[in-house]
């Protein structure tokens, strides 16, 4: 592991333990501390902030490679340039639900829609 690797390593274990940190403390505002909580509520709790992690980097993964996409893109069926412009829809991951911004391309001579690879 060179030593990038390593500071992005300890930064994202740094965080982690701050959103960690964070949930504690709501969890403890809702007054889940002020008994013995059952395991399964802890979990749920930890489970949600992991879940909303993953929807927040599927989106920002997904602006990346949108941000990777060419501006033209050739039609897959008949080989005319397209230009390819932004499109943002809303998906279900198994997460829950993630607002995806996509390169899309219209080719009017086949009156179709393709999503362009990112090759």
């Given at each position: 592991?060179?030593?990038?690797?390593?500071?992005?390593?300890?930064?994202?274990?740094?965080?982690?333990?701050?959103?960690?940190?964070?949930k504690?403390?709501?969890?403890?505002?809702?007054?889940?501390?002020?008994?013995?909580?059952?395991?399964?509520?802890?979990?749920?709790?930890?489970?949600?902030?992991?879940?909303?992690?993953?929807?927040?980097?599927?989106?920002?993964?997904?602006?990346?490679?949108?941000?990777?996409?060419?501006?033209?893109?050739?039609?897959?069926?008949?080989?005319?340039?397209?230009?390819?412009?932004?499109?943002?829809?809303?998906?279900?991951?198994?997460?829950?639900?993630?607002?995806?911004?996509?390169?899309?391309?219209?080719?009017?001579?086949?009156?179709?829609s393709?999503?362009?690879?990112?090759?």
């Amino acid at each position: 592991m060179d030593a990038k690797q390593a500071a992005r390593e300890a930064r994202k274990k740094e965080l982690l333990q701050e959103l960690a940190e964070i949930k504690i403390e709501e969890l403890r505002e809702q007054g889940v501390f002020s008994g013995v909580p059952h395991y399964s509520v802890l979990e749920q709790a930890a489970s949600a902030l992991g879940k909303e992690l993953s929807c927040l980097t599927q989106e920002r993964a997904a602006g990346e490679v949108r941000a990777e996409s060419a501006a033209e893109a050739v039609c897959p069926t008949c080989g005319t340039k397209c230009q390819v412009e932004t499109k943002r829809r809303e998906v279900a991951s198994i997460d829950g639900r993630v607002t995806l911004e996509e390169a899309a391309a219209y080719c009017p001579r086949c009156r179709r829609s393709f999503f362009p690879s990112a090759d």
